[in-house]
């Protein structure tokens, strides 16, 4: 078992069985438990949880649907008013179980109602499990911007058992990957070095990889926990990632690890033309990330709208687009601005890859 410990919040890695989640919720014993699961967790994981802890035979199961396009202020509303029809107290449990858009909307949902709930995370795939349920960012959408609206707001526990990988189809495991990549790239030109020849399921799930990838974020966050300055490096990928996942959500979907690391792809090119990264350092970037993610084709309409989306990027400032940019393998800087003309030559870039590969 490998426990991290913040200011706010502990992680713990390694069999749920053998951790202190049994102890942690018998001190609600005198309260409401609420399981908050979406289709697929209800499916693939709430069975194991409710046989393996008597505790939670009494919860009340909250099914949220499932999908980036569920994850609404309407969705949000509906849970409240069964929050309120049951009853539901601020000195009761929330534990949201599955991807990231459940530990999202579910920590957003707790954080919210009657002023805060306590809750707590168990990831189930492993894009929740080394980034989205880790930092206290909760959120949801306002129609197709990604997480304009959201609560900084810690859970009280964070809980990553491994075995729920083995529920997902390949296509998930390397989701997670690409923010796996991300952190190496910003803070540990190491780990850079371990996690980059990586192809195999059986190699990303490892509990010590996920360890190494966790640490880096938790340790940002407890440096800079509301994002004032540093824990904007963690935004690496995000600004033109998040820009092509919102354009493509009614079009034909990609998922959010495929947009990062269409996005780290794209903003490594940026960092290479402004000489913040060599070429040589571009070139093994970019083999790493098409190894393992396909590119994509866009046209001039499509980067046109996709940097219409970048225009309401959360980090932007005074009209400015801000983004965070490598400075080298393994460090990375924030608030720097990039323009139009050289997002659209890294989106082309992308484009000139796809192409390549077809």
């Known amino acids: 078992m490998k426990v991290i410990q913040a200011t706010d919040y502990s992680v713990e890695i390694g069999n749920l069985e053998e951790g202190s989640f049994s102890k942690f919720i018998k001190e609600f014993e005198n309260h409401r438990i609420i399981i908050m699961v ?39 509303f509906q ?23 459940v530990t ?30 880790i930092g206290g960012k909760t959120g949801i959408d306002l129609g197709n911007y990604k997480n304009q609206l959201g609560t900084f707001c810690h859970p009280e526990r964070i809980y990553i ?39 195999s ?12 990838s966790v640490k880096i974020k938790t340790d940002i966050i407890e440096l800079d926990p509301k994002e004032g300055g540093l824990r904007k490096i963690l935004n690496f990928g995000h600004t033109i990632g998040h820009a092509l996942e919102s354009y493509f959500l009614d079009k034909t979907p990609i998922s959010h690890g495929h947009a990062v690391a269409l996005g780290m792809c794209a903003e490594a090119h940026i960092s290479w033309k402004q000489n913040r990264i060599s070429k040589q350092e571009f070139i093994e970037i970019e083999k790493t990330i098409t190894e393992s993610f396909p590119m994509i084709s866009l046209d001039a309409d499509d980067v046109k709208n996709v940097i219409s989306f970048m225009r309401q990027d959360k980090k932007n400032e005074k009209g400015m687009i801000l983004c965070s940019l490598l400075n080298g393998i393994g460090n990375c800087d924030y608030n720097i601005e990039i323009n139009e003309k050289e997002t ?11 192409n390549k590969s077809n």
């Open 79 to 101: 849970v409240w008013q069964a929050f309120t029809e049951y009853e539901f107290s601020r000195k009761d449990l929330v534990i949201n179980v599955g991807g990231g858009v």
């Open 201 to 212: 399921e059986e190699e990303l799930i490892k509990e010590d990889v996920i360890f190494s």
């Open 38 to 76: 979406d289709e697929n967790s209800h499916d693939c994981c709430l069975e194991y949880l409710l046989t393996s802890f008597p505790e939670l035979e009494r919860a009340e199961i909250m099914l949220l649907p499932v999908g980036e396009e569920n994850k609404v202020m309407e969705v949000c």
């Open 104 to 133: 999202d909307m579910g920590g957003f949902i707790a954080s919210i109602f009657k002023r805060g709930m306590k809750f707590i995370n168990i990831p189930t795939s492993l894009l929740g499990m080394v980034d989205a349920s």
């Open 161 to 199: 058992d491994t075995k729920f990988l083995h529920t997902l189809p390949e296509e998930e495991i390397f989701n997670g990957y690409a923010e796996m990549l991300k952190h190496a790239l910003i803070r540990d030109k190491e780990l850079w070095e371990k996690i980059k020849t990586i192809h």
């Open 344 to 354: 659209g030559d890294a989106l082309f870039h992308l484009s000139l890859l796809s």
